[in-house]
């Protein structure tokens, strides 16, 4: 298994410009979550997802979109570049249940916008 | 709400030293605890959990953690650190559906 893959590993946006991270993972995973990480704020939740067709906010979502199409696709797009989405981006999924929230994570993006 | 606060951002060790990192948490419902780890350049991995049983747990690389309820905590300890344990680390919490509450973040520094 690949397990999470996420596309590109790093790009330089201008602002104004839009662009796709792309997410993929091949464990059959029912959830899948986007983070951002900024230096010494941890790992906030931008947006997740609990299966196919389903998507909810999380921490930060402001200035991004995602969508679920396929239970091995997470996509996050960001339409009007700013800099402050500097950032890494981090993919995740996991298999929820009673004794399993672990999440297994992407390489991450790192996203300059200047 | 759901919280993580873990209470040493740098920690500067020399090699051979003990290492203990505090985590402490704010969750309702029955928890389930996660230590991660981030080497330089590279993505989060997991480096243990507690889902129930001992709350005393060992994780790969020679950590272990300790939950003690009545502290809302989940301590990360190690006897003894090696210059490759240079990372950040992170503690988190199970969430509300599905998710994780991740702390700030604790950067250790191993001196050879």
């Known amino acids: 298994n690949a397990g999470v893959t996420q596309t590109p590993k790093f790009r330089i946006l201008k602002i104004g410009q839009s662009m796709t991270l792309q997410c993929a993972q091949d464990m059959n995973h029912n959830y899948m979550y986007w983070y951002r990480q900024d230096p010494g704020m941890g790992l906030k939740l931008i947006y997740y997802s609990v299966g196919a067709g389903i998507t909810d906010k999380g921490e930060v979502p402001n200035g991004y979109n995602v969508s679920r199409s396929t239970t091995e696709d997470f996509p996050l797009r960001l339409e009007l570049a700013a800099p402050s989405q500097t950032s890494v981006y981090f993919c995740?999924?996991?298999?929820?249940?009673?004794?399993?929230?672990?999440?297994?994570f992407g390489p991450g993006t790192r996203l300059t916008v200047t | 709400a759901q919280s993580v606060s873990q209470h040493n951002h740098h920690v500067i060790l020399s090699e051979a030293a003990s290492l203990e990192l505090g985590c402490n948490y704010s969750?309702?419902?029955?928890?389930?605890l996660f230590w991660y780890v981030q080497y330089p350049g590279q993505h989060l991995q997991l480096l243990l959990k507690y889902f129930s049983g001992d709350p005393l747990v060992k994780g790969i690389k020679g950590f272990e953690a300790e939950f003690i309820k009545s502290k809302f905590s989940f301590n990360l300890r190690k006897p003894s650190v090696q210059w490759s344990d240079t990372a950040e680390y992170f503690c988190a919490v199970n969430g509300d559906g599905g998710k994780l509450i991740f702390g700030q973040g604790t950067e250790l520094s191993v001196k050879p």
């Open positions: 995740a999924s996991s298999v929820v249940g009673p004794s399993s929230y672990e999440q297994y």
């Open positions: 969750y309702g419902g029955t928890v389930n």
